[in-house]
């Protein structure tokens, strides 16, 4: 989300820096566009005082480390979700297998009010 605010901010200030850059050193826009945005994040990250996570790549992507130190709990992560939305749709079927059963005989609707004749 930050990172789509901060592209549409720096590609709708700084389109002329895109182009200028793109013709002096024969970059496509959109590679002109990646390395301002990539820039622009270094420096929020240097202002604000936090460090670059180890676990994701400049872009945001993960690193095989983060790979690899989720790998273990795959499994279980996906039975467990695989529980969760079993259990989620057991209790969802049968609230409206008991509600279609109900054929409300017991509840008394009253009758339409009479309107008053027109004259």
């Known amino acids: 989300m930050v990172t789509q605010r901060l592209e549409m ?4 200030q700084s389109c002329g820096v895109v182009s200028s850059q793109s013709r002096r050193k024969n970059l496509g826009a959109r ?12 420096r929020l990250v240097k202002m604000s005082g936090l ?3 180890t676990y994701y ?11 690899r130190a ?19 749709a057991g209790i969802y ?9 109900d054929d409300f005989e017991d509840v008394k609707v009253p009758d339409v009010p009479v309107q008053p ?3």
Not at 31 to 42: G, K, V, W
Not at 57 to 67: C, H, I, Y
């Open 9 to 12: 901010s720096i590609s709708s």
């Open 51 to 53: 460090r670059h996570n």
């Open 70 to 88: 989720r790998r273990p709990y795959l499994f279980k992560n996906v039975v467990t979700g695989l529980a969760l939305i079993g259990i989620t």
């Open 31 to 42: 590679q002109a566009l990646d390395r301002i945005a990539s820039q622009q994040r270094d």
């Open 93 to 101: 079927t049968y609230t409206l297998m008991a509600v279609g059963q």
């Open 57 to 67: 790549d400049k872009k945001l992507g993960q690193s095989p480390a983060l790979v």
């Open 117 to 119: 004749a027109k004259k």
